[in-house]
T-cell receptor
Framework: DTGVSQDPRHKITKRGQNVTFRCDPI?????LYWYRQTLGQGPEFLTY????????KSRLLSDRFSAERPKGSFSTLEIQRTEQGDSAMYLC???????????????FGPGTRLLVL | KNQVEQSPQSLIILEGKNCTLQ??????????LRWYKQDTGRGPVSLTI?????NTKSNGRYTATLDADTKQSSLHITASQLSDSASYIC??????????FGDGTTLTVKP
């Protein structure tokens, strides 16, 4: 399977614990996005990388959230001191952005569903 | 502020029937609009993409329309199937690649 993969698919944790999610994008894609989605809502943008550089972070991304993409390939999203309000689906997407590539297509992974008790 | 509003919020139809989902967007500078299908517990999958110069785009039983003047788009599903049950999300993108997602329309197709 050459699509976007995410690990784990499900995570249950207790409030106050730290969690880390991993995303493996499509191999030649240079952009990687993280989104959060709650039930009945569309995905909310959190942050994105172009290669290894983190180019934008949403104000939704509090200081408890950190994302990395150290070698421009896979990415991790860490949430420290989790709160019940962090319970959501965390989606990763990747895309290939070229010089004249107007119709950038984001390919989404299956998501990691987080439940904070 | 960039916004995407979708209607209806949810829809129930019988198998074999047609339906139309609506999307109104306020995004500037507008580049393109995309419809995604999201099955329960899965990530969204792209159905169609249209730039401001394209009025309609088809993908099998899915037909999307775009009116860049009124900033409206629709997704028409023909001869619905049980597997069409999903959330359909409209996404408007700017020239800089910034995406604004709607909250989706939840479609349930019943036998």
């Amino acid at each position: 399977d050459t699509g976007v993969s995410q690990d784990p698919r499900h995570k249950i944790t207790k409030r106050g614990q730290n969690v880390t999610f991993r995303c493996d994008p499509i191999s030649e894609h240079n952009r990687l996005y993280w989104y959060r989605q709650t039930l009945g809502q569309g995905p909310e943008f959190l942050t994105y990388f172009q290669n290894e550089a983190q180019l934008e972070k949403s104000r939704l991304l509090s200081d408890r959230f950190s994302a990395e993409r150290p070698k421009g390939s896979f990415s991790t999203l860490e949430i420290q001191r989790t709160e019940q309000g962090d319970s959501a689906m965390y989606l990763c997407a990747s895309s290939l952005l070229g010089g004249r590539h107007v119709k950038e297509t984001q390919y989404f992974g299956p998501g990691t569903r987080l439940l904070v008790l | 502020k960039n916004q995407v509003e979708q209607s209806p919020q949810s829809l129930i139809i019988l198998e074999g029937k047609n339906c139309t989902l609506q999307c109104n967007y306020t995004v500037s500078p507008f580049s393109n609009l995309r419809w995604y299908k999201q099955d329960t517990g899965r990530g969204p999958v792209s159905l169609t993409i249209m730039t401001f110069s394209e009025n309609t785009k088809s993908n099998g039983r899915y037909t999307a329309t775009l009116d860049a003047d009124t900033k409206q788009s629709s997704l028409h599903i023909t001869a619905s199937q049980l597997s069409d049950s999903a959330s359909y999300i409209c996404v408007a993108n700017t020239n800089a690649g910034k995406s604004t997602f709607g909250d989706g329309t939840t479609l349930t197709v019943k036998p």
